[in-house]
């Protein structure tokens, strides 16, 4: 995780191991995650000007998209995609991102692409 740099993917950017568990630093997301975000737009009226459009959503789509793009293109495979694991930087339109984040089941998806015969007949 540490490797990706991508716009729509959260950044690791530290871990500290002084602590009895161990503690990763990840970028701020000041809007939390996406799926306490939709719940909570629901109760916006539509003038509120944080309320969501249908071309806000489709952006907030477009940024979870791009982000598995870039993680087929590193050859991972998130394995847990959903609203709880992404992340909104801001609640106005124009700072707006979504990033995908808790890699925790995140893999390698061609690292098991090698087979050994081990006493079998294939």
Same mark, same amino acid.
């Given at each position: 995780?540490? *490797? @990706?740099?991508?716009?729509?993917?959260?950044r690791l950017l530290?871990i500290?191991? %002084?602590?009895?568990?161990?503690l990763?630093?990840?970028?701020?997301?000041?809007a939390?995650?996406? !799926?306490?975000y !939709?719940? *909570?737009?629901?109760k916006?009226?539509?003038s509120d000007s944080?309320a969501?459009?249908?071309?806000? !959503?489709?952006?907030?789509?477009? %940024?979870v998209?791009r982000?598995c793009c870039?993680?087929e293109?590193q050859? @991972?495979?998130h394995? *847990?995609?959903?609203?709880r694991n992404? !992340?909104?930087?801001?609640r &106005?339109?124009?700072?707006?991102? +979504?990033k995908?984040g808790d890699f925790?089941?995140?893999r390698d998806?061609y690292?098991? %692409?090698?087979?050994?015969?081990v &006493?079998a007949i +294939?």
């Open positions: 995780m540490s *490797d @990706f740099r991508h716009k729509h993917v959260l530290g500290c191991l %002084d602590a009895d568990s161990p990763i630093i990840l970028e701020l997301m000041e939390g995650d996406l !799926l306490t !939709l719940r *909570d737009s629901r916006l009226r539509p944080h969501l459009r249908l071309q806000d !959503l489709l952006a907030m789509c477009e %940024d998209a982000g870039y993680l293109e050859h @991972f495979v394995r *847990d995609l959903a609203c992404c !992340l909104i930087s801001a &106005n339109r124009k700072n707006r991102i +979504v995908i925790g089941l995140a998806i690292k098991d %692409d090698y087979y050994r015969k &006493n +294939v």
